[in-house]
Each structure stands twice: as structure tokens, then as C-alpha cells.
């Protein structure tokens, strides 16, 4: 039985995944382990690499997505196809080492009352302004959802297959996985780590897509927002009630006035910015309600290459060590 099972969204990682399979070989073997490879979309040469790797060893299966569908698409078939005990999420950069993971296995196996051990970041290496804006985005989520999300935490984390069946168990369309893993609840303990440097590559998030995936948690995660727009429609009927009663008790006190032009503007603007934003949450909602009802799959593999179910021994390990491209 497969002890281990590592999940790796791959986009655009061809520089990546020899080097961060053999740092796998050099922490796990000999324990049984399995890597499910997810290639979400890559336009590089990532899935040939991939089919090279899984040629050579018995213990690589490759998801092959038809598009780019998004990391969490990623994770999500990882987890469909995954056969370990221990089920762990890493990246294949090797800012997050494997040698880690062996550590969260570790608590697990001495910790039988623990289901998941997820790893933040004690220090972050990234500009002060997005810093910043990561801090806000937890404290902002933190209030207005119902649940907790543990500030500077990641995906990097392994778990039990109890938590893997709970997490398959919610095939929504629009997944924010930090959410559904404080959702589904379960024992979790908390590890500091600091990410290294990338082994090769750029990395594929900018501010516009942390936005974008902020958003989405916000908005898959709670309803406060429609609150937010119902008070501010009571808010402004409220004042447009008040100034109302005011403009007729100052027209049957003193007469109409006609100057108001500028007054009148502002009104009018103020009301339709109000209105603006209410639709905008509302649209916001309703899209991914419209997109849920369609009922279409979070993704589609173009092809899978299952793995072997033999084990992969010593030889193999030392005709990797001689092929691997090293940075």
C-alpha cells in the first residue's frame, strides 16, 4: 500500500520537475511513495518531461488537463487520483522543500489525534507591498467569513485520506482550497517554514491574479458582501429620505430655489455609484450561481498515465541520478 502520495500542479515547470522528482528520491526512498503529476495546460514542455519521468519509474502518475483550468483544478484531480495513506500538496519549484513533508509525516505518525499539518510561511521574501496587502486580505476574510484562515498559511500541506474523502466530497465549481480545508474542519497543526528560491523559473502569480483569487475566496465563502449591500441600500433611502423631507419643508418655508444644480449632480452620482457597487456584488454572486448551475467539470484530462504497480527499486534511482538536468 502506497504510503505516500505527493500531489504537483505543473504550469509551465519543464525546468522544474526532473530536479524536484530526484530531491524526492533523495528524501523518501526507500518508504513506498507516489507522485501524482497534475500538467495544467502547460505550454512549455512540461508534459513531455512528464512522460519521460513516468516511462522510468513505476511510482509517477501523470494527469494530463486538456487546458490551463487553474491551480486548484490541479489540486483537486490530485486528489481524485491519489492512493496514499498521507496525501501532501507541494509545489514543484522546490521553493518548498520535500524534506518537509517528511517532517509533517512524522507528526502524523506520533500525532494520531492530528488529521492535516499545513506549513506557513514564518517569513515572507516578497515586496512590502504585497505584504501588506496579503495581511489585510486575511484580517478582512477572517471577519466576514465563517471560517478561519490561518494568516501566511499555503496549500502546502499533508493530511490523511479521511480529509482527502471530505474535500472530494464538495465538487464545486469554484474551489478556494484554504477555505474548504478550514470548512471541512478536522485536527490541524501549524508549522512554520521559509520558501527557498525558486529552482528555475518565474513564478506565475502577479497582483492581478492574488486579486482575482482573493475575490474568490471572499465571495465562495461568505455572504456578508450581499449583507454589506443591503445596508448600504437602507443607508440610502435613509438619507434620500431625510434630504427629501428637508427639500419640502425649505420649499413651503422659504419657496423653490432654483440654484441646485450642483447639489442635484452629486445626488445623483453618489446614488448611481451606490446602485453600481450593489449590482456588481450581486453580479458577482449570481455569475458563479450561473456558472455552478451549468454543471460542467472542474476539469478535463485530455489523457492519463497511470503508474505501475511495481515498486521502484535502487537501479532505477541511480539511472535517474545520471539523466536528471541539474540547475
Known amino acids: 500500500m502506497t504510503e505516500l502520495s505527493l500531489i504537483v500542479p505543473c504550469h509551465n515547470e519543464e525546468q522544474n520537475v526532473e530536479a524536484f522528482y530526484a530531491r524526492c528520491l533523495e528524501v523518501f526512498l526507500p518508504e513506498t511513495f507516489e507522485v501524482v503529476f497534475v ?83 514564518a517569513q515572507r521574501h516578497e515586496g512590502k507591498l504585497m505584504g501588506w496587502c496579503k495581511d489585510r486580505f486575511y484580517k478582512f476574510i477572517n471577519r466576514l467569513s465563517e471560517v478561519d484562515l490561518r494568516e501566511n498559511a499555503s496549500d502546502f500541506r499533508t493530511f490523511r485520506s479521511n480529509v482527502q474523502e471530505a474535500l472530494l466530497g464538495m465538487p464545486e465549481y469554484f474551489r478556494f482550497s484554504k477555505g474548504l480545508f478550514s470548512w471541512v474542519g478536522f485536527e490541524t497543526e501549524y508549522i512554520p517554514y521559509e520558501a527557498a528560491e525558486r529552482f528555475a523559473g518565474t513564478t506565475k502569480w502577479n497582483f492581478a491574479k492574488l486579486f482575482k483569487y482573493a475575490m474568490e475566496g471572499i465571495v465562495s465563502f461568505s455572504t456578508v458582501p450581499l449583507q454589506i449591500a443591503t445596508f448600504c441600500g437602507a443607508i440610502v433611502s435613509a438619507i434620500a429620505i431625510i434630504y427629501g423631507i428637508i427639500i419640502i419643508a425649505q420649499t413651503l418655508i422659504t419657496g423653490i430655489d432654483v440654484p441646485g444644480y450642483a447639489t442635484t449632480i452629486v445626488v445623483v452620482l453618489f446614488l448611481g455609484g451606490v446602485q453600481l457597487l450593489v449590482m456588481g456584488i450581486l453580479g458577482e454572486y449570481l455569475a458563479k450561481t450561473y456558472v455552478q448551475g451549468k454543471h460542467r467539470p472542474v476539469y478535463i484530462a485530455k489523457n492519463v498515465l497511470e503508474k505501475e504497480t511495481v515498486d521502484i527499486d535502487e537501479e532505477s534511482v541511480q539511472k535517474h541520478e545520471k539523466n536528471v538536468v541539474k540547475k
Do not use: C, W
Open 39 to 121: 500538467n495544467d495546460g502547460s505550454k512549455d514542455g512540461t508534459y513531455r518531461k512528464l512522460q519521460i519521468l513516468h516511462e522510468k519509474y513505476s511510482n509517477i502518475l501523470v494527469v494530463n488537463f486538456s487546458r490551463n483550468f487553474g491551480k486548484e483544478s490541479a489540486i483537486y484531480a490530485g486528489l481524485k487520483y491519489a492512493t496514499g495513506t498521507y496525501i501532501s500538496i507541494i509545489d514543484a519549484d522546490l521553493q518548498q522543500d520535500p524534506e518537509i513533508v517528511r517532517n509533517m509525516v512524522k507528526i502524523l505518525d506520533e500525532k494520531p489525534e492530528v488529521d492535516v499539518v499545513a506549513a506557513y510561511q
